[in-house]
């Protein structure tokens, strides 16, 4: 990464804007439910978690409600997986503006991490909504939601400019994605606290960045206490790491992107 990399980000802004808007428009273009979509797939998927981890397998929840437990963790899992299925695959389905019109081509996975929040918003509005009804009163480091959704951003944008570059070159990266993201949710404490685990699971868990800003920002809302500050360092500098590897296999296969999408 340089100056220059972020100056044509700059630049071209006013066009980010313009992509991540259109990303919006077309996801829920002639679906009945529209942008309640949006809650409704992280909601099920908690009743199921609810049903199956909570009531069944008896799996702890910190003392906080099983259904607000997971669907707090589901809400940012949401964002990011989907994130990630779509931006791996935003060179190719863009391919007739690729090879027409020249704009730093990071944009265009950089627009689906951005158009992802807003399904984040309508989710997060309805957390809000749990957490009145479970009466569960965020406390002082509900001020730290922002520094882990901001881990979570730049985590979406650094796997994503890896994955769709790649997806160029090889197009098995769009078979093979459902199944990495079906595998890393499992690896992520979504359904189980950190506390859950063994210490030698916990050395491996520090491996996976979403698991520490995951549990980051479950315990920013909840001031559980449980705050793991070696988890969320080891996630900010493996964020870091892949933020620059991904932004340099970016920088040197995107002038090829034109010739083979």
Known sequence: MNSEWFTDFWRYRE????????DVKVRYKQAALGASWAVIQPLLT???????????????????????????ALVPWT????????????????????????????LLPAA???????DFAMGSTFLALMMIYYRVKPGWSFF????FLGGMILLAFSVSMILAAMNVRYRDVKYALPFLVQIWLFV?????????????????????????????????????????WSLVGTAVIIT???????????RRTERSFADIV
């Open 79 to 106: 964002y990011f997986s989907t994130t990630l299925s779509q931006a791996g695959n935003s060179l190719v389905s863009n391919s007739s503006l690729i090879t027409k019109v020249y704009f730093p081509r990071a």
């Open 144 to 147: 730290l939601v922002p520094f």
């Open 188 to 228: 992520t404490p979504i359904i189980y606290p950190i506390a859950f685990l063994t210490p030698k699971m916990k050395r491996f868990l520090a491996f996976n960045p979403m698991a520490g800003f995951l549990e980051g920002f479950r315990s920013s809302l909840f001031n559980t206490g449980h705050m793991d």
């Open 112 to 118: 689906t991490v951005l158009s992802g929040l807003v």
């Open 15 to 22: 066009l980010l804007y313009f992509l991540a808007w259109r």
């Open 46 to 72: 908690m009743v199921i978690f609810t049903l199956f981890f909570g009531r069944l397998a008896r799996v702890p929840s910190d003392g906080i409600p099983y259904p607000l437990f997971s669907f707090c």
């Open 240 to 250: 870091t790491i892949l933020l620059v590897i991904g932004a340099t296999y970016f």
